[in-house]
Each structure stands twice: as structure tokens, then as C-alpha cells.
């Protein structure tokens, strides 16, 4: 049995310039963060970043790595904008395809089933569509007999593009060592549609079991994540850190305040930066466990 | 008591959710939260409440309730919520930077699109939401910044969009209310233009088209009916610390 278990370094050393990228997870919630941190020292430049938008679009966007995104929102949760991520698109320094967040599900699906679109009524009629021209309609073909619904005849609805990946990085609450994983907390959300259409599949997760091992970490039926669908996985404790990782842990909402009190200035932000995100995950997840100290005193 | 006008919203809002049956009821905000849970309480007990997480919830609640006090008697996580959309049983009120006289919405972006003055949250579920299932809005600061002649993006489509995108966006578009802090609307003007139906207490007529930047259809407007006793009593033990009063300037 392959052993898939690697390391944030050659997870990174299989990407290259120009990528497009998928990251799993949604706002402010199990997002793979020890990788997002691990982008931002890579040397890589014009990825493309697909997400349901947390703070890994604007890190990556504010620090050039991304120049593209594909999303339907980006968002902190439990505060609404991102700081990083709103001057980004205040200088015009992005290039934005924004879709409806269920047509975002439906890409994902095409690309993981490997047909070219799937259709949807999301988008017609507003600027996803009208703003768009690379995305386009496709005609209801059921004009008559036993499956034309006369109410549907003449429509046109959205064809929604396969959103192909050559990566994708998703972050789970426990795997093992053949890629299998669980999420064990209250949403899968579409992670395991991440990796179905990627081409490098990438679970880091809070714990590494042995194979088999998953079944005593919780229920079977939430590790949907079979290793059909991974080629490596990476154990990074507190990965998702300082988003949410239900049931390990909420969401460090000092420590995000903390983020977007420094994002909203330069000088500050500069600090925070060498402070936290100038080292490797052990430093990160030291300087963090000093601020958690901080904080209780 | 006379009520405030938060709590005139409140009811106000609640009265979208009147007969709804058995529908999920999805506010956005502090007051649409509250009126969904007073119409659960009230006149619609059969509407499906979530935890705002990934699960429905029994009863509903004061807004206050810590979620391990929360009774969940089902899941629904993201995937779910969107088979419920596309399903159409679902109301939901979504709240509105900017919106147009035929019920276009913004929650995008302020200026153009490529470089935005104001970068807002994003399109969100707002195109798939208005094309599929009943669509209300919130707007608690109304003004000629908000209720504009044409939208920045058009994220929640309207009458005028859905018409020109054809019979596979009007199938199932509708957009029975939009509640400001002036007053309530709807689009029974001309073309599904939109038309002031009643103001809040306290705001004349003149106010609401000041503080409006299209021609509003005006036809018999009365004055929005005030949330009853019963009705303020439920609504300060949903909301008992009074988290509702933080959303508008009465």
C-alpha cells in the first residue's frame, strides 16, 4: 500500500508559475492555511486562485502571487470584508471572474464528472453573465416529447464551465496514511469536489492515522474523501489556523481581528508580516501560541 | 408603548413569510432574523429555520441562544442549501447596497467593476437566489445612495433583467418585498416597477421619494401597519438585548 504521507515543501515543489489553483474550505472556515502560508514564500507568480473567498484570496492576491481569481465572494464571516482583499481590488490589481456561489459548485462538478459544462438558471439575467463574454448560454434541447416541459421550451439557461485544476488543497479534519479523510465537523462544503477536479490532489489535515484508522476518529460516513481522490497528505496541526477547524477548533477571533486591524495599514501590516508570516509553519504556529499567551494576560 | 422603528421592520419584514407553508426562511441581518423567527412563532409555524451553520434548527429561539443550546433535527450543509434553492422552497431576505426601481441588486461592488471604489462582499447567491425562488430585500439605510437609478453590478437580478434573459430566468422569478427603514414596496407599477405600498410610521410620503434617487410609482399608500402587543412582546423575547435597535438610525 503507497504511503501518500509528504510535506508542505514538496506539495509546493510540484506547482509552478501560472497555475491555476483550487482551495477548499469556505469564508472563514477550514481553510488549508499552513499551505496558504507556504504560497507565500514559494517564489510562484500568476496563479490562478479558485475559492469560496477567506483570507487565503487576499494573502495571495495582496502578495502578488495570485493575479486571477475565480469566486463568489470573499469573506471573513464574522467580519464581512477582508481588508487585504478589498485594497487589492480598490487599485485594480486583480483580475476577478466572479460567479454566483452555486454555479462556483457546479464548475467544480463538471470538471470532477469531466464534461465540458452543466446548466443552471444561476447568472442569467445578471452581470456574472452580462459582464462575463467567456461564459455563455445554452439552449433547453427538449422541445417536444416525453421530457419537454412546456414551461422550459425556448429557454436558455447558463452552461457553466468545468472549473479545471492542475491543484487543489483542502483541509481535513483527520486523514490516513493511504488518502483517505474525514471532516468531521459540521460541513464537508465542496472539498471533496476540489480535489475530483484537480490534477495534483493535496489533503493536509490536523492528524495523520494509520490506514483504517479513520472509522475510531469519527463517523465513517463523514470521511468522504476516499483515496480515489488524493496523492498526498500532509499533517499540520492547527493548519487551518486562524480559521475555523470544528470540532478541533473555532475560528481564533482575536487573532483575526488581530489580522485585520494590521491589513488596514502598511506599517502595521509590515509588522504583522515579519512577526507572522515571514517564517515556516513551526515558526508560525510559535508566534501564535505567543499571541494566544499575549491575549490571556 | 409606541414601537420603534426597528420593530416596525420587524413585522413589517415578518409579513413575507404570512402563508409561506413549509419553505426554508433565510434572513440576512439582524432584523430579518428576528421577523423570521416572530413569523415562525406566529402565523407561519410550518418555516424551516437554520442555525445559520449547516443545520435546521427546532423552534425559534431568541437570537441569543449559544448554538450548544441550539436543537438541530437535520442537516443541511452547503450542498443541501443549494438543492433547496434551485428547488425554489425558499424566501429568502437579502440585504441590498444599492437597488434599482425594477428590483436589480448590488452586494458587489461600488463603481466599476474591474477596480471598484468600494469592494463589497461579493455576488454571493444573489443571481441564483432571484431566478429561482422568492427574493425579498432589506435595505435599513434608505437614500439616494441605495435606491438608485441603475445599479453598479447587478448581482440580484430584476424585472426588466430576467425579462430580457428570457423564460429560463422568469420561470421562477419573484420579488415580493423590499423593506426600507421609510417604508415598504413592492413592483406593481408599470412593467413591475417599483411602488411604494405603505410608509413607516412617522415618515410622510415626500421623505421616502427625497430619499429616493428613481420615480417611484405611488399609488394608495397607507401607513405600515405597527407590530401588535402580542407581536412586541414576542419580538423583545427573541431579541431580549435589544440587538434589533443597532441596525438603523430610528
Known amino acids: 500500500m503507497a504511503d501518500k504521507r509528504s510535506t508542505l515543501d514538496e506539495a509546493i515543489s510540484r506547482l509552478s508559475s501560472g497555475m491555476t489553483i483550487g482551495i477548499g474550505g469556505w469564508g472563514s472556515r477550514r481553510k488549508p492555511m499552513a499551505i496558504v502560508r507556504a504560497l507565500l514564500h514559494s517564489g510562484l507568480s500568476d ?33 464581512a470584508l477582508d481588508p487585504l482583499w478589498r485594497q487589492v481590488r ?117 492528524t495523520v492515522v494509520a490506514e483504517g484508522a479513520l472509522s475510531a476518529v469519527g463517523p465513517l460516513a463523514k470521511a468522504t474523501v476516499h483515496r480515489l481522490l488524493t496523492d498526498l ?22 487573532f483575526q481581528k488581530a489580522y485585520v486591524t494590521a491589513a488596514s495599514d502598511a506599517a502595521t501590516w509590515a509588522e504583522f508580516t515579519s512577526r507572522f508570516l515571514s517564517g515556516t509553519e513551526a515558526d508560525y504556529q510559535r508566534a501564535v501560541a505567543t499571541f494566544q499567551e499575549e491575549s490571556k494576560s | 408603548m409606541s414601537p420603534t422603528r426597528a420593530e416596525v421592520c420587524i413585522a413589517a419584514i415578518a409579513e413575507v413569510w404570512r402563508d409561506a407553508g413549509e419553505i426554508m426562511a433565510s434572513p440576512f441581518g439582524t432584523i430579518p432574523m428576528v421577523a423570521s423567527r416572530l413569523a415562525k412563532r406566529t402565523f407561519s409555524p410550518d418555516l424551516v429555520l437554520t442555525d445559520g451553520e449547516a443545520a435546521i434548527i427546532v423552534g425559534a429561539p431568541p437570537i441569543t441562544t449559544k448554538p450548544q443550546d441550539l436543537v438541530r433535527e437535520a442537516s443541511v450543509p452547503y450542498k443541501t442549501i443549494f438543492s433547496i434553492v434551485w428547488s425554489g422552497r425558499r424566501h ?103 411602488a411604494l405600498v405603505s410608509v413607516h410610521p412617522g415618515v410622510s410620503v415626500d421623505d421616502v421619494t427625497r430619499a429616493t434617487g428613481f420615480a417611484l410609482h405611488i399609488g394608495d399608500v397607507v401607513e405600515t401597519p405597527p407590530p401588535t402587543d402580542e407581536q412586541l412582546a414576542i419580538i423583545s423575547e427573541i431579541d431580549p438585548k435589544g440587538a434589533r435597535e443597532r441596525e438603523i438610525k430610528s
Open chain 1, 90 to 206: 480598490q487599485r485594480g490589481g486583480i483580475d476577478l471572474t466572479e460567479v454566483d456561489e452555486g454555479l462556483f459548485y457546479l464548475g467544480l462538478q463538471a470538471a470532477a464528472w469531466r464534461v465540458p459544462f452543466l446548466p443552471a438558471r444561476a447568472g442569467l439575467g445578471s452581470d456574472v453573465l452580462e459582464r462575463n463574454p467567456l461564459l455563455k448560454t445554452v439552449a433547453n434541447p427538449y422541445l417536444d416529447g416525453p421530457f419537454a416541459d412546456p414551461a422550459d421550451v425556448g429557454a436558455q439557461l447558463l452552461a457553466m464551465p468545468a472549473l479545471r485544476l492542475d491543484a487543489a488543497f483542502v483541509h481535513a479534519n483527520a486523514a490516513d496514511t493511504a488518502g483517505n479523510a474525514t471532516f468531521t465537523g459540521p460541513d464537508p462544503y465542496f472539498d471533496e469536489l476540489f480535489l475530483g477536479a484537480a490534477d495534483l490532489r493535496v489533503v493536509t489535515a490536523e
Open chain 1, 47 to 79: 496563479l490562478t486562485i479558485v475559492s469560496y473567498g477567506g483570507p487565503d484570496v487576499g494573502l495571495l492576491a495582496n502578495a502578488g502571487i495570485a493575479t486571477k481569481v475565480i469566486a463568489g465572494f470573499v469573506t471573513l464571516d464574522s467580519i
Open chain 1, 233 to 254: 497528505i500532509i499533517e499540520t496541526p492547527n493548519g487551518a489556523h486562524f480559521t475555523s477547524c470544528a470540532p478541533n477548533y473555532d475560528r481564533d477571533e482575536a
Open chain 2, 92 to 194: 429568502i431576505v437579502m440585504q441590498a447596497s444599492q437597488i434599482d426601481q425594477f428590483g436589480n441588486q448590488n452586494l458587489s461592488a461600488i463603481g466599476p467593476h474591474h477596480q471598484p471604489k468600494v469592494q463589497l462582499i461579493g455576488v454571493r447567491g444573489a443571481p441564483g437566489n432571484s431566478v429561482n425562488h422568492k427574493t425579498s430585500y432589506w435595505v435599513p439605510d434608505h437614500s439616494t445612495r441605495t435606491f438608485v437609478q441603475a445599479v453598479d453590478t447587478v448581482c440580484g437580478v430584476g424585472y426588466d433583467r430576467a425579462k430580457k434573459a428570457g423564460v429560463g430566468a422568469t420561470r421562477f422569478h419573484e420579488l415580493p418585498r423590499v423593506v426600507s427603514n421609510l417604508g415598504v414596496f413592492d413592483f406593481s407599477g408599470p412593467d413591475h416597477e417599483m
